[in-house]
């Protein structure tokens, strides 16, 4: 009778401790702290995407690399000081991270509505769903209640962020890190379809000749980048989707199909290895694709939040203050 008394007692508390945790994030969490929240950023990204269309990748990007290092806390946003050795200036990241000061937009429009309430985190992915909806992706639900961290790790930006370089078993292994799966992996590369990269990145896959990649294709990508390295030279854009660059469609997939993906780390999704299923199947439907990008935005944005008393409400985005 004890024995079972205390199982009961033990599981009482786990499945307590489960809905404790999985309570605390929720698309409800502002509804009577700040209601005006959502509509506030939403509003402010909408502006910043509608003078630069660019930007809404580049603030889906901007999200996924805040949640891979130290989880969905905001630490990407942390500039340098005596205490802060920022993400912005690791590898993946420098001269390539961008929408910063568009985040900073949107919090200081927030602050004036609700002062000290909403992070700069669960801004990070309120400003996602927007961006991504704005471009003509799909909406979700965004989970709220995230809080901002006080340090940044530009060490773990270096090794748990992929680059443009990964193989297709690197790749998988920086999602599996995150709990995605390869599916997953996939899926949210797609948003490379309104995305573009700088020609540094490129430049080895569009001049080496290789089986991987299609002739003509190459040659046209050739013109928009010189195969000599200068500043100028390397920081020249190209649309990762040349067939419709400012949609947000299934043509990545497709492209990468027909040999024409444009950084390698995009092509080896479609290399005969065991993602080929994933990139055949959203070629073929654009509304599974949409689907599913919706559902693994929400589970990336589940990364490592610090709720509760952890973290805090930074007031500034870019320092803790």
Same mark, same amino acid.
Request: glycine share 6%.
């Given at each position: 009778?004890?024995?079972?008394?205390?199982?009961?007692?033990? +599981?009482?508390? !786990?499945?307590?401790?489960?809905?404790?945790?999985?309570?605390?994030?929720? #698309?409800?969490?502002?509804?009577?702290?700040?209601?005006?929240?959502?509509?506030?950023?939403?509003?402010?990204?909408?502006?910043?995407? #509608?003078?630069?269309?660019?930007?809404?990748?580049?603030?889906?990007?901007?999200?996924?690399? @805040?949640?891979?290092?130290?989880?969905?806390?905001?630490?990407? =946003?942390?500039?340098?000081?005596?205490?802060?050795?920022?993400?912005?200036?690791?590898?993946?990241? +420098?001269?390539?991270?961008?929408?910063?000061?568009?985040?900073?937009?949107? %919090?200081?429009?927030?602050?004036?509505?609700?002062?000290? !309430? !909403?992070?700069?985190?669960?801004?990070?992915?309120?400003?996602?769903?927007?961006?991504?909806?704005?471009?003509?992706?799909? #909406?979700?639900?965004?989970?709220?209640?995230?809080?901002?961290?006080?340090?940044?790790?530009?060490?773990?930006?270096?090794?748990?962020?992929?680059?443009?370089?990964?193989?297709? &078993?690197? =790749?998988?292994?920086?999602?599996?890190?995150?709990?995605?799966?390869? %599916?997953?992996?996939?899926?949210?590369?797609?948003?490379?379809?309104?995305?573009?990269?700088?020609?540094?990145?490129?430049?080895?896959?569009?001049?080496?000749?290789?089986?991987?990649? @299609?002739?003509?294709?190459?040659?046209?990508?050739?013109?928009?980048?010189?195969?000599?390295?200068? &500043?100028?030279?390397?920081? *020249?854009?190209?649309?990762?989707?040349?067939?419709?660059?400012? #949609?947000? @469609?299934?043509?990545?997939? %497709?492209?990468?199909?027909?040999? *024409?993906?444009?950084?390698?780390?995009?092509? !080896?999704?479609?290399?005969?290895?065991?993602?080929?299923?994933?990139?055949?199947?959203?070629?073929?439907?654009?509304?599974?694709? *949409?689907? @599913?990008?919706?559902?693994?935005?929400? *589970?990336?944005?589940?990364?490592?939040?610090?709720?509760?008393?952890?973290?805090?409400?930074?007031?500034?985005?870019?320092?803790?203050?």
């Amino acid at each position: 009778m004890a024995y079972r008394m205390i199982t009961s007692f033990v +599981v009482t508390l !786990v499945l307590l401790g489960t809905i404790s945790c999985d309570a605390q994030l929720s #698309s409800t969490f502002y509804d009577s702290t700040c209601p005006n929240a959502l509509s506030t950023i939403r509003t402010s990204i909408r502006t910043a995407i #509608s003078k630069e269309r660019r930007m809404a990748a580049s603030l889906i990007r901007l999200h996924f690399h @805040d949640c891979f290092v130290q989880g969905c806390d905001a630490s990407i =946003l942390l500039d340098d000081s005596s205490t802060i050795e920022s993400e912005k200036s690791a590898r993946p990241n +420098v001269n390539s991270v961008r929408g910063f000061e568009i985040i900073d937009k949107a %919090k200081s429009e927030v602050e004036k509505v609700c002062p000290g !309430v !909403v992070s700069c985190a669960d801004i990070l992915a309120v400003a996602a769903r927007d961006a991504s909806f704005a471009v003509g992706g799909p #909406s979700w639900t965004v989970k709220l209640g995230r809080r901002d961290s006080t340090t940044a790790s530009k060490s773990l930006a270096n090794t748990d962020l992929p680059l443009f370089t990964d193989d297709l &078993t690197t =790749l998988i292994s920086h999602f599996s890190k995150k709990n995605l799966s390869p %599916k997953e992996m996939v899926t949210l590369s797609g948003a490379h379809t309104i995305g573009q990269a700088q020609c540094f990145t490129f430049r080895g896959r569009i001049y080496n000749n290789a089986s991987d990649i @299609d002739a003509g294709f190459a040659s046209t990508r050739q013109r928009g980048c010189p195969s000599s390295s200068t &500043t100028s030279n390397d920081q *020249k854009l190209a649309a990762l989707d040349l067939v419709t660059p400012n #949609s947000f @469609d299934n043509n990545y997939f %497709k492209n990468l199909i027909q040999k *024409k993906g444009l950084l390698q780390s995009d092509q !080896v999704l479609f290399s005969g290895g065991s993602t080929n299923s994933f990139v055949s199947e959203y070629s073929n439907n654009p509304t599974t694709f *949409k689907s @599913d990008f919706a559902t693994a935005m929400i *589970k990336m944005g589940d990364i490592e939040p610090l709720t509760g008393s952890a973290g805090v409400i930074r007031s500034i985005c870019s320092a803790v203050n």
